[in-house]
């Protein structure tokens, strides 16, 4: 599907299909059960996802994106302007989106007002891969607007960034924002679902991105898996997280025939293990 602008706006709003599909079996009793709010570890029962104390819990949500692009905005700004020129650039800053027009207080109070009680926050793997190629250190949203736009117009709009969100400061890093926003749903009640978007940084999805299907040309099983391990590490500590998926909309490669040809539609193992990799990923949380 072409990007479009409409889609980029802050609040993607969607319901949130339920991505925990029943494991064959639990292996043992999941570890942490907590008495107070978010009540995890969420179990599945039948078709309902259901909290430690027995409640149906159904997520009414909006999408967070922080797999891609900031700069969709800001082209937005320039549509608004001229409608005739559309900019189409990829740039990646990998941070919660929109935090150059509002505080992350703003966006959870607005999404509660909303009625809403979740959002599914996106993340790229390669936002990962750079923290393991840079020996385990994230980069700075400094830093991060400053690649993503240029020399320019990052310092100019991570300004804006600083001035909506001024307890962030130079050394802040795009996990930190990964960690604020889960702070700030806690503190208002709001759900995480931490959804792996993509591989690649960059608006999904399409069925030649380079990122459809298992080792796709930008879909490298092994990050992906070491990927999903690290967020599943560092979110642990998340209050408010109560599910995570492990792959957004699985689509043909079609710019890629030899692998359309030989793994796609669930003949190859990644596909069989699922089951497996989504077991040992909620074992890693212990919710
Ligand atoms: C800078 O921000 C980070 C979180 O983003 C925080 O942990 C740190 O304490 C802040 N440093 C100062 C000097 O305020
Ligand atoms: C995936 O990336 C790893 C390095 O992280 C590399 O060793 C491996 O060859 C890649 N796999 C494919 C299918 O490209
Ligand atoms: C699940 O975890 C076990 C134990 O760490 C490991 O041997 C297995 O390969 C993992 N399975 C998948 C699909 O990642």
């Given at each position: 599907m072409p990007r479009s602008l409409l889609r980029s706006s802050l609040l993607h709003l969607l319901a949130l299909s339920g991505t925990l599909f029943a494991p064959?079996?639990?292996?043992s009793p999941l570890p942490r059960q907590s008495d107070s709010w978010p009540y995890g570890p969420f179990v599945v029962s039948g078709p309902e996802m259901k909290n430690s104390r027995g409640d149906s819990i159904v997520y009414a949500g909006a999408n967070w994106p922080g797999h891609g692009e900031v700069t969709l905005l800001i082209h937005a700004a320039a549509i608004a302007v001229n409608p005739y020129v559309t900019v189409l650039t990829l740039h990646i800053a990998v941070i919660p989106d929109g935090l150059q027009y509002q505080s992350i207080e703003f966006v959870v109070s607005k999404i509660k007002s909303l009625g809403m009680n979740s959002i599914r926050l996106t993340y790229a793997i390669q936002m990962v891969d750079q923290i393991y190629a840079n020996g385990g250190k994230d980069t700075t949203v400094q830093q991060s607007f400053t690649s993503a736009l240029g020399s320019t117009n990052g310092p100019k709009v991570y300004a804006q960034f600083l001035a909506k969100n001024p307890s962030f400061n130079s050394s802040t890093t795009r996990l930190d924002v990964f960690d604020a926003v889960a702070a700030e749903c806690a503190k208002q009640q709001i759900h995480v679902h931490l959804?792996?978007?993509?591989?690649?940084?960059?608006?999904c999805c399409s069925t030649?991105?380079?990122?459809?299907?298992?080792?796709d040309n930008d879909y490298n099983v092994s990050n992906w898996l070491r990927g999903l391990s690290y967020m599943a590490s560092h979110a642990k500590s998340w209050i408010a997280l109560t599910s995570m998926s492990l792959r957004n909309e699985l689509r043909a490669?079609?710019?890629?025939p030899t692998l359309k040809s030989q793994?796609?539609?669930?003949?190859?193992d990644y596909a069989r293990k699922l089951p497996e990799t989504f077991i040992n990923y909620t074992q890693k949380i212990g919710k």
């Open positions: 064959p079996s639990w292996g959804d792996n978007h993509m591989s690649r940084a960059a608006w030649t991105d380079g990122n459809s299907w298992f080792n490669p079609d710019n890629n793994s796609y539609n669930w003949r190859d």
